[in-house]
């Protein structure tokens, strides 16, 4: 990543014709690959722009290479561009795909377990590794992801954050002084509130270092500077900080929750891991439990690290965890927030009829809502 | 359609193919065309869900592109086609399993396979990814039966929300066509080469191939013990056969396909570059088509995932300043004779559909012309909206499958030491039914809650086949998912305040002709009440005894906190103005299953949600707690008597 610029291209390029001779699964398909300058230039295009974070833009290149050849590189780029723009649903689907299409390396494989571990689906992300590793053994992308697995949740470094086999989202803003500087650390979850405006972290992150700048960044890799807004007694008395974000984030179009959560009710959480990288978050989930004592603080029912999105079962966002007293995962609800003043339209509709909450749903709702919290100190 | 073409010469072919194939149509027959409707996807890889936004072309800009897809929205477009025309044939390009997404690969393509029964498919040829777990569950996706895992049912298989009946697989309705896949052990095809339609008289032949390279992309296992051969060769092989059936009218189900090239805005009707490679030269079908027999009239491709139209129907799009500029081009791929051959392909997973109108002559029962369309499978189409909203028929199959995905469907809420059935005793009460009142009772016990101190549920709400899964032994885990399958419906609880006489009169209300009850709907009651009932007293007077004993159900076992009082005795009740919190779901609480007398309730409050008050309750008999027990005493059952 800190390669000159002309050197950096030059190993893309490379990366990507070595993807494509990678590609041996359909016959005819290297040569084929081989004949298309046009197809490899807008790969090419396509990566650049994912990398400055414009999702729609790769997303419709890597689509449009896609239509000149059936191959696993365009797929995979296409698939993290979904992921870039918050399209999870659309992402897994299509790695789904890949991962069974295009066996013949472990990407496509270890990209999909990574997305299903994310997503909360932990014994099938293992089982889906397992298998592509099998039909890939010895490659380096399955090895790296099954090292990263050991961690809840899972972190990506090394290999998994080479361009071609990222299992991150790149920076969406990258120049820009919202992004934070490489010298951050990870301190903690929070969550992003109040129309994206402000984020909820945890007190004793920040208390830990006084001085520090501070930012957020989200599942999307958008970051933001934050200060502390003010100090909130009650949220205080919680172990909650409130911060003002420079710029807002955009939060996607909102769902409301259709009904309280209440103890019994289906829920969820999005977290980080201790990576101070852009990362996708993971999702737990669990049943929501009763109210601790008098307080308005409830039981989570599950394990979340603190500072972590509570989502309800239509992925609203109903809380945060809070930091742990005695062991026990606790969460403190949160106002229902009215419709966001700017938003992201749904990529996909909800799905609808009597069932039970989906996980890919809930992560995509959350995606935007889950912030790692950096500071620079 | 080799005899009537032949007559009109590629000269004119290549001036207009829809103008030729009108004017053989006028030229050759003397009573009026049938027109057939033929209509194909491919490709699908059981994506049942929308795999995301797809546009007409790439000139369209990303924003503006539809959510397109999903199983319930190609079942509404296919049945909007069907309606146009009664005379259709719904046919697939293969690969409709395989490389699938969670929904579908988990219950092995299953589900995929029972929604395009309800999409009504025809006939499907056979693609590379059909072979992916081998060809004998392939034939088992075809003839139906439940998954084996090392000698037993896999848990999951048979879910079978969209079979017949539900804990079994149907297999397929219609049927994989497998012209060029041998099984060597036997010298013939592993399944049918191709399938026959007939409409008016007229028969029309499918022949139904995947790839011959299909064994070069696919795990050796998959594959073992079949040849795959050419094709062309295939086809050409099989025309002779047709024909001595009187067939004239044949279409192609290949699973091989192209790409179109440039000058490429890639419009799901355009056929840039007439789907020659980039370098110009030849794609895969190209050099099938090429080889075909003239005798056949139309090839429904695949396996690219591109959509294309080269037919009379072709148009070639530009961007023009930002606008998709198009221009009609009929054309198609040249077959052995030289003559142009329409070629379609429907993108994938389920993103398009490819609308046909097929023209035969009834009395040489060829095709005369070729019509097809391809059309986005638009998720924002406000009819089709209407349509699936009438027929939910397969959305509620997806939202099925989809819940099954969920990891939260295995998580363990308890542990039951025996089953509980919803079979009711002779006295109306289900051990199911005892279970649900008191979870929610407990729901809405404390006083910030509702302060109840009765619930009801209504039997029929109690849903097969209560907690007690074929299958399991006891003592039992009970799932999240077992519990969804006995309260589905989402209802929340209310609670009211009733008198004595509203609370006696609901008892009465529960029989066959008291207050317009139409039948018995005994209601499954929480603990702490207790009552007698007469089978052979007058409507409206078969409640004998009835008592209450305040129970704290919020504690695991429950505890009675108060003494028993009488409420009804000799089938008078003691105390008329006495009033009681009471329990109840929406459904009842708004009059449902003829209980009007809920109507009346006062001080109404709402509620959690059932499932949810369930959950809450069973989290008392989680390990390490003691399972639970129907038996204990503390759970006072039996509540209900039956006198005779």
């Known amino acids: 990543m800190s390669a000159p610029e002309p050197l950096r291209r030059a190993i893309l390029a490379a990366a990507i014709c070595a993807a494509c001779l990678a590609a041996q699964a359909h016959g005819d398909e290297t040569a084929a690959a081989a004949r298309l300058p046009q197809r490899v230039a807008l790969l090419q295009r396509a990566q650049a722009e994912l990398e400055r974070g414009d999702a729609t833009q790769a997303l419709d290149d890597f689509e449009r290479a896609a239509m000149m050849l059936h191959a696993a590189d365009a797929e995979l780029g296409s698939i993290r561009a979904a992921m870039q723009g918050g399209q999870y649903r659309r992402a897994l689907a299509s790695c789904a795909h890949t991962a069974g299409e295009h066996t013949d390396d472990a990407d496509g494989g270890a990209l999909y377990a990574w997305l299903l571990r994310v997503g909360g689906q932990g014994e099938l992300a293992a089982r889906m590794l397992a298998s592509a590793r099998a039909n890939a053994p010895g490659d380096p992308v399955g090895a790296a992801v099954q090292a990263a697995f050991n961690a809840t949740p899972p972190v990506a470094s090394g290999v998994l954050l080479e361009p071609l086999h990222r299992m991150a989202p790149w920076p969406a803003e990258p120049g820009s002084k919202a992004r934070p500087p490489a010298s951050v650390r990870f301190v903690s979850n929070g969550v992003l509130v109040d129309d994206g405006a402000a984020a909820l972290v945890p007190l004793s992150a920040l208390e830990r270092v006084p001085h520090a700048r501070v930012w957020v960044r989200n599942g999307l890799g958008q970051a933001a500077r934050a200060e502390v807004d003010r100090v909130d007694a009650a949220l205080a008395a919680r172990g909650l900080a409130r911060l003002k974000l420079d710029p807002p984030l955009l939060i996607a179009a909102s769902r409301q929750g259709g009904r309280t959560p209440f103890a019994g009710s289906p829920g969820f959480a999005m977290q980080f891991g201790d990576t101070s990288a852009p990362a996708w978050p993971m999702l737990t989930q669990g049943f929501l439990g009763t109210l601790v004592g008098d307080t308005e603080v409830r039981k989570l029912g599950f394990a979340s690290a603190s500072g972590a999105a509570v989502l309800d079962a239509q992925g609203a966002l109903i809380g945060v965890t809070l930091a742990s007293t005695t062991g026990a995962a606790t969460w403190l609800p949160l106002p229902v927030a009215p419709p966001p003043a700017v938003a992201v339209p749904p990529q996909l509709p909800s799905h609808t009829g009597v069932a039970l909450p989906a996980p890919d749903e809930i992560y995509e709702s959350g995606l935007r809502r889950a912030l790692q919290v950096l500071v620079d100190s | ?644």
């Open chain 2, 1 to 644: 359609m080799t005899a009537i073409l032949s007559k009109l010469g590629r000269t004119l072919l290549a001036a207009s193919l829809a103008t030729s194939f009108a004017g053989g149509a006028l030229a050759q027959t003397t009573t009026a065309p049938i027109t057939v409707k033929i209509i194909g996807f491919n490709d699908f890889h059981g994506n049942l869900q929308s795999p995301g936004t797809f546009g007409q072309n790439t000139v369209v800009p990303a924003a503006r592109r539809p959510a397109v897809g999903g199983a319930e929205y190609i079942a509404a477009y296919v049945a909007r086609l069907k309606a146009q025309n009664p005379l259709n044939a719904v046919v697939g390009g293969g690969d409709f399993v395989g490389a699938s997404p969670l929904i579908s690969a988990l219950f092995f393509d299953e589900p995929a396979v029972e929604a395009m029964n309800h999409v009504g498919v025809d006939f499907t040829s056979v693609g590379n990814h059909e072979f992916d777990k081998g060809s004998a569950e392939l034939k088992r996706l075809q003839n139906g039966g439940c998954k084996l895992t090392n000698g037993s049912q896999d848990p999951n298989s048979c879910k079978g929300l969209g079979s017949k009946v539900p804990g079994t697989f149907d297999g397929a309705h219609f049927k994989w066509l497998s012209a060029n896949v041998i099984e060597s052990s036997t010298g013939r095809t592993l399944l049918p080469p191709y399938g026959i339609k007939s409409f008016n008289g007229v028969k029309v032949a499918f022949i139904g191939m995947t790839l011959k390279g299909t064994p070069g992309i696919v795990t050796p296992t998959g594959v073992a013990g079949l040849t795959f051969q050419d094709e062309a060769d295939t086809v050409n092989a099989l025309v002779p056969r047709l024909r001595a059936q009187g067939i004239e009218a044949i279409i192609v189900l290949v699973h091989q396909g192209g790409f179109q090239s440039s000058p490429n805005v890639g419009d799901i009707n355009g056929c840039d570059g007439n789907l020659h490679n980039a370098d110009g030269s030849k794609s895969d079908i190209e050099n099938i088509v090429n080889r075909l027999d003239d005798a056949v009239d139309l090839v429904i491709s695949a396996h690219t995932h591109a959509a294309y139209n080269c037919s009379a129907n072709t148009v070639d799009v530009k961007n023009v300043g930002g606008v998709a500029v198009s221009t009609a081009r009929p054309t198609g791929l040249a077959n052995k004779a030289g003559r142009l051959i329409p070629v379609t392909s429907a993108s994938a997973f389920g993103r398009i559909v490819t609308d046909i109108d097929l023209q035969l002559d009834p009395k040489t029962h060829d095709v005369i012309a070729v019509a097809p369309t391809n059309w986005l499978v638009d998720r924002t189409d406000p009819a089709i909206n209407a349509a699936i909203a009438a027929d939910p028929t397969v959305r509620n199959i997806v939202a099925g499958y989809n819940s099954l995905v969920s990891p939260l469907a295995s998580a363990v809420v308890a542990t039951l030491a025996s089953p509980l059935p919803n079979a009711a005793s002779s006295a109306g009460e289900m051990p199911a039914g005892d279970l649900i009142a008191d979870a929610q009772l407990a729901a809405t016990q404390p006083a910030a809650l509702g302060g109840a101190q009765i619930a009801f549920m209504n039997a029929g709400g109690v849903r097969n086949p209560g907690f007690a899964p074929a299958g399991a032994t006891y003592p039992y885990a009970l799932t999240y998912g077992d519990a969804f399958t006995v309260q589905p419906f989402g209802n929340s609880l209310v609670t009211m305040t009733l008198t004595a006489v509203q609370l006696k009169a609901l008892l009465e209300q529960q029989f066959s002709g008291c207050m317009g009850q139409t039948a018995n709907r005994v209601l499954q009651s929480s603990n702490g009440l207790k009552y007698s009932w007469s089978a052979s007293a007058p409507a409206c007077s078969k409640v004998i005894d009835a008592t209450f004993t305040s129970t704290d159900v919020t504690r695991t076992p429950p505890v009675a906190t108060g003494p028993t009082e009488t409420i009804v005795s000799g089938g008078v009740v003691l105390h008329p103005a006495k009033t009681y919190r009471v329990t109840v779901n929406n459904f009842m609480a708004t009059g449902g299953d003829g209980f009007a007398t809920l109507l009346g309730g006062t001080n109404v409050l709402g509620g959690a949600q059932d499932i949810d008050a369930l959950v809450a309750y069973l989290a008392g008999y989680q390990t390490p707690n003691p399972a639970y027990d129907p038996s204990q005493p503390a759970l006072g059952i039996p509540r209900v008597t039956l006198l005779p």
